[in-house]
């Protein structure tokens, strides 16, 4: 049994390893520096992970785990299907505002920046396969328009990522501070705006929630 004390080592390995790879890419972090953040021996990292791409994957995995633990637990909830929708992706605006070196690390894999451990990890297929079956559901009960649900997922993610990684770069007058509350809810606005379009189109006007207004 894991002990309480090396369950929190483990935890802070993970947290020190995930700010090293999103800012310096897989081959720049060095687990000599993760363990001196850490406060530990590099050999006592080997402890926890018997190699770098075994620390690498398992902050992949924390990260989507993560995700995908919040997604069931509103998906599992109560609320109506698109107030399902608005949930989940305020939650997710709130994970990628709150973790950038998760997006910086994701990016780095999609251009090869990163070993081809992506690829071995289950999680995030798991976690598309989640997000599309409710679409498909929903398309299935007829509260949802007949639109690829793939496209749909994947526009989504690639359009939050965008506001917190490009669009400062492209437009940064009118980002202002990507870290601020006001910028979060006005990018959660704008991306649940668009998906409740894409939903709905051709259906049954239905008023939208506000966000960060309170």
Request: hydrophobic share 45%; proline share 5%; charged share 20%.
């Amino acid at each position: 049994m894991v002990q309480v004390g090396e369950r929190s080592t483990r935890e802070r390995i993970l947290e020190v390893a995930e700010a090293f790879f999103g800012e310096r890419g897989y081959d720049g972090t060095k687990l000599q520096l993760i363990a001196q953040n850490v406060g530990i021996q590099k050999a006592s990292l080997f402890h926890y992970f018997p190699s770098k791409e075994h620390l690498y994957r398992a902050v992949l995995q924390r990260g989507l785990g993560e995700s995908e633990e919040t997604t069931l637990r509103i998906f599992e909830s109560q609320a109506s299907p698109l107030e399902k929708v608005r949930a989940a992706i305020d939650a997710y605006v709130d994970m990628v505002a709150a973790r950038p070196a998760r997006t910086k690390i994701l990016l780095r894999q999609s251009i090869e920046d990163a070993p081809g451990v992506y690829q071995q990890v289950a999680e995030p297929q798991r976690l598309l396969n989640l997000v599309v079956g409710f679409v498909v559901d929903g398309q299935r009960t007829q509260v949802f328009a007949p639109i690829d649900p793939v496209a749909l997922v994947l526009g989504i993610g690639g359009m939050v990522v965008f506001f917190f990684t490009s669009a400062p770069v492209l437009a940064p007058v009118w980002c202002g501070d990507t870290s601020s509350k006001g910028f979060v809810n006005r990018v959660k606005r704008h991306v649940i705006d668009v998906v409740e379009r894409c939903l709905t189109v051709g259906m049954a006007a239905r008023p939208a929630a506000a966000v960060g207004d309170a």
